[in-house]
């Protein structure tokens, strides 16, 4: 148009359905710059298009509103060829849309191996892998990380406490040590030692052999993360690679990374200790390294394992902590930038607590008193498809509740059932193989449920950019929730069976996209897309 720059223009839905399918402000964007009123621009904007011939199959009707707003009623044109492209897409509508794909390494879950996986466990692994579906359905090559703290004083707890219940098993007095674990999945690791070994270090256990501790410390550690894995592929969440901290200690790693620390200038001693200079990155203090008494901290080894990510030659790092971890991500990027990386490779986004409740009452759990709600009690109580719709429902940044009694419902008040109902419900009718020509025309009206729910297909790969620009699963659960509501409304308001051929058509086209999106996006957040419910 003479006189106005060229512009994109944004459409969106309006606020009111009324005015139309799609707005767009972008007269008033064009304003300054064409130093014209908006509404006249708008004017002009809606003459063009009313004037342009191969526009008029697409648009039933333009009109300007408000200060310079246009609102677009769409024509059963563009419905009809918009519907029968998502439906052609199939799957691959929304895919590989990374803009540039790169490689991403997340590390999530990563608990000691000292207990099996609980609900605070839980959140972090369905997020976790929720973010790496998307971002994989994205494009980028990702990896899959799990850190096994299996180094220091925990895990000579727990070697000691599977010793002593291992001895109870052979009929000895031999306690558990009163800070250790108490759970009875210790009994379990302890029988099944006894099993493998029988009673060969029954004379060694009292007093307790330093060498027998240490032996069942290893081997209860690669019993536990067994189980811990087992129960975490249970929860459709798999990794591609693990990571041992103790590798770090005994290869030489930590001793390695302190050194190169105190060689830049990064690290000082200070009352017979050593200590990181986070402050020079951003920390609010510094931090201690190795302690006066020659034991190194948790960041020791952080310091080891993170220059070692970061030396991979991946393009991001994704480190998945929980809520008491706060304080570490400015010590995380000091780590990297004192590597000599860029630390804006770190991103580490931070999942808060999640309860279970039940009745109103809520579930309290503690791993070393053998009280705590598992992942495995979860998924025995609510099943994994409602335990990971409900864990990523809610924005990982915000603490909640997970009401058990509305999880177990088979009912429309419970978000999963109301979504894989849609796609049962799309499945059943699809099953009956209605005809409907391949080149009908656009059918000559349009239910309003069949606008709406076409225009909800269309938002679909922006709900996934979304979703992978802010590392967000919870924007994908919302989306197929609205979806799965437009679907219903459809659903009960317009036949396809017996219906006009071009109706036919056009909703068979309507049906298959939908089905494709939500099978999409339910497997994005390790959810089945059942075809019967």
């Not at 004379?203 to 069942?216: G, I, K, N, S, T």
Request: glycine share 10%.
């Amino acid at each position: 148009m003479a006189g106005v720059p060229d512009a994109t223009a944004v459409l969106e839905p309006p606020a009111n359905p009324g005015f139309g399918d799609l707005a767009t402000n972008v007269a008033m964007t064009l304003a300054k710059a064409a130093g014209r009123n908006p509404r006249e621009i708008a004017t002009d904007l809606v003459a063009g298009i009313g004037a342009a011939p191969d526009l008029g199959r697409y648009v039933e009707s333009a009109e300007v509103a408000g200060p310079g707003f246009i609102n677009l009623t769409l024509g059963p044109g563009w419905f009809a060829d918009a519907a029968r492209a998502i439906a052609g897409a199939g799957d691959a509508y929304g895919r590989g849309q990374a803009d540039p794909p790169g490689r991403v390494l997340i590390e999530f879950v990563s608990a000691n191996p000292t207990g099996p996986p609980h609900v605070g466990h839980a959140r972090q692994a369905a997020y976790g892998d929720g973010v790496a579906r998307i971002l994989a359905y994205a494009g980028h090559q990702v990896t899959r990380e799990f850190y096994v703290n299996d180094w220091g004083r925990q895990m000579a707890l727990f070697g000691a406490s599977v010793a002593a219940r291992y001895g109870q098993l052979l009929g000895l007095d031999t306690p558990v040590p009163d800070d250790g674990y108490q759970g009875d999945y210790v009994v379990g690791i302890a029988q099944a030692m006894r099993e493998e070994v029988g009673d060969a270090y029954r004379d060694r256990l009292d007093p307790p052999d330093p060498e027998v501790l240490a032996l069942f410390a290893a081997r209860g550690k690669e019993l536990m993360l067994g189980a811990m894995v087992g129960e975490l592929e249970r929860f459709r969440v798999r990794f591609d690679a693990f990571f041992s901290e103790t590798t770090l200690h005994e290869g030489g790693a930590v001793a390695r990374g302190l050194e190169a620390l105190v060689a830049s200038g990064d690290a000082y001693e200070s009352e017979g200790a050593l200590w990181f200079r986070t402050t020079a990155y951003g920390d609010e203090k510094d931090r201690v390294l190795r302690r006066s008494d020659g034991s190194t901290t948790y960041l020791a080894a952080d310091v080891a394992y993170h220059l070692d990510k970061a030396g991979r030659g991946d393009d991001l790092l994704l480190d998945v902590l929980g809520a008491d971890h706060h304080g570490y991500i400015a010590r995380l990027r000091a780590v990297i930038a004192a590597g000599g990386y860029d630390p804006a490779m770190l991103e580490v986004p931070i999942v808060q607590l999640v309860s279970l409740t039940e009745g109103g009452e809520a579930k309290r759990m503690s791993k070393r008193a053998g009280t705590l709600v598992t992942l495995g009690e979860l998924i025995d109580d609510i099943g994994v498809d409602a335990a990971r719709f409900f864990l990523v429902q809610r924005s990982h940044e915000t603490a909640f509740d997970l009401d058990l009694d509305v999880a177990r419902a088979e009912g429309n008040e419970n978000p999963v059932y109301y979504v894989q109902y849609a796609h049962a419900r799309i499945a059943g009718i699809l099953a009956q193989d209605p005809e409907a020509p391949a080149d009908a025309a656009p059918p000559a009206a349009l239910d309003p449920s069949e606008r709406a729910l076409l225009l909800s297909l269309c938002s679909w790969p922006e709900v996934v950019r979304e979703a992978e620009a802010r590392r967000s699963p919870h924007r994908v659960a919302a989306y197929l929730m609205d979806l799965a509501r437009d679907f219903h409304g459809f659903y009960h308001r317009c036949r396809v069976v017996g219906e006009a051929p071009e109706v036919v058509a056009f909703r068979l086209d309507l049906l298959r996209g939908t089905r494709a999106i939500i099978a999409a996006g339910l497997g994005l957040i390790g959810v089945e897309a059942p075809d019967r419910m």
